[in-house]
Nanobody, 115 residues
Framework: QVQLVESGGGSVQPGGSLTLSCAVS????????LAWLRQAPGKQREWVAT???????YYKDSVKGRFTISRDNDKNTLYLQMTTLQLEDTAVYYC?????????WGQGTQVTVSS
């Protein structure tokens, strides 16, 4: 069974940094791409970044240059390093892994950016 558990969320001031982690249980972690998504209050969930199994990365335009997605296949862990955080980055952040037609989600971790 595949389970994803996020951690690392918290409250920071604008301009601050946080690193999120997503621990993934289950076999063949390295075979599949992974993604981070977020949902702000009153808004739909939106895609933030993806890392493919070959390490290629993709980012939402508004986070390019500020966020870095990475993975450690030895630790079965996905990361999202977030710098220069802005008020509009406030959201619950989710990690996701798609295996075939099944999407596996974590429970989410809250990131709050406020002054």
């Amino acid at each position: 069974q595949v389970q994803l558990v996020e951690s690392g969320g918290g409250s920071v001031q604008p301009g601050g940094s946080l690193t999120l982690s997503c621990a993934v249980s289950g076999s063949n972690f390295s075979f599949y791409s992974l993604a981070w998504l977020r949902q702000a209050p009153g808004k739909q969930r939106e895609w933030v970044a993806t890392i493919e199994n070959n390490g290629k990365t993709y980012y939402k335009d508004s986070v390019k240059g500020r966020f870095t997605i990475s993975r450690d296949n030895d630790k079965n862990t996905l990361y999202l390093q977030m710098t220069t955080l802005q008020l509009e980055d406030t959201a619950v952040y989710y990690c996701k892994q798609q295996r075939g037609s099944t999407h596996y989600w974590g429970q989410g971790t809250q990131v709050t950016v406020s002054s």
